[in-house]
């Protein structure tokens, strides 16, 4: 069982950069898969970007070359450096873990973080 703990969020201003982290534990053989997601208040939850155990990473179309994953295998941690934060970024988001083969989908991640909120003001 994965728990996964994301911290870095905060209010910026329009322009701005922000850098999440996701603290993992319980990693095993079966987690294939790690991304970034976002839900706003009343709107679908939207999958932003993944990376796999190899290090191949994934993007929604509207946040490649803004936002970039990255994870520090050693330290059980999952990146996301976001720039150029724009007010529809403002959300919760979360880190979260998939146990399925594959990282190029948006399903089967089964393992959610508490979340960590960005405004973009």
């Known amino acids: 069982h994965v728990q996964l703990v994301e911290s870095g969020g905060g209010t910026v201003q329009a322009g701005g950069s922000l850098k999440l982290s996701c603290v993992g534990s319980?990693?095993?053989?079966?987690?294939?898969?790690m991304g970034w997601f976002r839900q706003a208040p009343g709107k679908k939850r939207e999958a932003l970007a993944s990376?796999?155990?190899?290090?191949?990473?994934n993007y929604t179309d509207s946040v490649k070359g803004r936002f970039t994953i990255s994870k520090d295998v050693a330290k059980n941690t999952l990146i996301l450096q976001m720039n150029g934060l724009k007010s529809e970024d403002s959300a919760m988001y979360y880190c979260?873990?998939?146990?399925?083969?594959?990282?190029?989908?948006?399903?089967?991640?089964?393992?959610w973080g508490q979340g960590t909120q960005v405004t973009v003001s």
């Open positions: 990376i796999d155990n190899d290090g191949y990473t």
């Open positions: 979260a873990a998939r146990n399925l083969p594959g990282c190029n989908a948006w399903s089967g991640f089964n393992d």
């Open positions: 319980g990693f095993s053989y079966n987690t294939y898969c």
